[in-house]
């Protein structure tokens, strides 16, 4: 089993859906969870991160961490167009120097 | 704004010959990553550096070293370069200090060895 999970899509939504994206892990140490996304073409972006578990809003974005179900999501509300990207889940342990661990990313079309 | 950035956009190379990848950062930044991304594979670290002459292995370090001697700049070596190394490759950084949460990446490096 890897140590991050995430179904790869792709996913295809009308302007203006929500949308929900999904990682699974199974290393408990994970401490800091993060949503990156990659437009084609450029590199992963640091779009929002939690610490530990609960939800964080930021605009139309709100991630979820669900520790006890080793489970994190992303909503996006009213979908737009230029939300479609390659949406990566991250996580590393507390501690300095250690890496993240990246889920394989779900594509996401937001269809005008 | 931090600013990493790969020497390449675009590389094709031959099978057998030694590649450079070389990334910058202009943040001073003490960790320092190399990932490859492979369509249905995602991103696999290759090797980081959390310090000037310090290197360790990531996940897939098969076929690739690495050389930092500033702390700016940390070089990606395909030893001798295959067809299975075709991929994307992403440089990225971070500050430990403060418990670092963002990795900020280059824009990559797509190389096509033939």
């Known amino acids: 089993q890897k140590e991050v999970e995430q179904d790869p899509g792709p996913l295809s939504v009308p302007e203006g859906a929500i949308v929900s994206l999904n990682c699974t892990y199974s290393n408990s140490a994970f401490q800091y969870f993060m949503w990156y996304r990659q437009y084609s073409r450029k590199g992963p972006e640091l779009l929002m991160y939690?610490?530990?578990?609960g939800n964080k809003e930021d605009g139309r974005f709100t991630a979820q961490v669900d520790k006890s179900s080793k489970y994190i999501s992303l909503f996006i509300r009213d979908s737009q167009p230029s939300d479609s990207a390659t949406y990566l889940c991250?996580?590393?342990?507390?501690?300095?120097?250690?890496?993240?661990?990246f889920g394989k990313g779900t594509r996401l079309s937001v269809i005008a | 704004d931090v600013k990493v950035t790969q020497s390449s956009r675009y590389l094709v190379k031959r099978t057998g010959e030694k590649v450079f990848l070389e990334c910058v950062q202009d943040m001073d930044h003490e960790n320092m990553f190399w990932y490859r991304q492979d369509p249905g594979l995602g991103l696999r670290l290759i090797y980081f550096s959390y310090d000037v002459k310090m290197k360790e292995k990531g996940d897939i370090p098969e076929g690739y070293s690495v050389s930092r001697e500033k702390k700016e700049r940390f070089s990606l070596i395909l030893e001798s370069a295959s067809t299975n190394q075709t991929s994307m490759y992403l440089c990225a950084t971070a500050n430990p200090r403060g418990g670092w949460t963002e990795a900020f990446f280059g824009q990559g490096t797509r190389l096509t060895v033939v």
């Open positions: 939690t610490y530990s578990s």
């Open positions: 991250a996580m590393r342990v507390d501690s300095g120097n250690t890496p993240l661990v």
